[in-house]
């Protein structure tokens, strides 16, 4: 082996990583890769986190795609930290792996601080409708 060549990581420092990848603060202060490879795409996630931020709820037409979008994350994080937990990678490969993974933690955050109306937000919503209803038929009967 030359020098030029990276050394595997230990299993110490693979299980230092795993530990801090896995920690429930672990996206606390931490810094956000700007971009991510999803499915072979590049995605900004900086701008998605920031973006997301911005949603009050989400919209039922929109909710299969922000599901989607979800899963998709979900899966690659997943790759992620198998290949953390698996695969021999440099010291550098593996904080990527890591970062990246705490970076899909923060927007997966992001996703589910997004509100989705729930049967009580649409419950509100109909006893509203019904309401305008009543009084429109009120006014028709004046």
Do not use: C, Y
């Not at 937990?85 to 601080?113: C, F, M, W, Y």
């Not at 509100?115 to 509203?128: K, M, N, Q, W």
């Amino acid at each position: 082996m030359s020098d030029s060549e990276p050394t595997v990581i230990d299993d110490d420092a693979r299980e230092a990583l795993l530990d801090r990848v896995n920690s429930p603060s672990a996206t606390v202060g931490a810094s956000v890769p700007d971009e991510v490879d999803v499915h072979g795409e590049a995605v900004d996630l900086s701008a998605f986190i920031v973006e997301s931020r911005k949603v009050d709820a989400v919209p039922p037409a929109l909710d299969r795609k922000v599901s989607a979008a979800r899963e998709s994350l979900e899966t690659e994080r997943e790759r992620r930290v198998e290949r953390l937990e698996t695969e021999p990678v440099d010291r550098e490969t593996a904080e990527t792996l890591a970062e990246e993974a705490i970076g899909i933690d923060r927007a997966l955050n992001a996703l589910e601080g997004i509100r989705r109306p729930g049967f009580a937000d649409e419950h509100h919503a109909d006893a509203l409708a019904g309401h305008e209803r009543w009084l429109a038929f009120v006014d028709q009967v004046r």
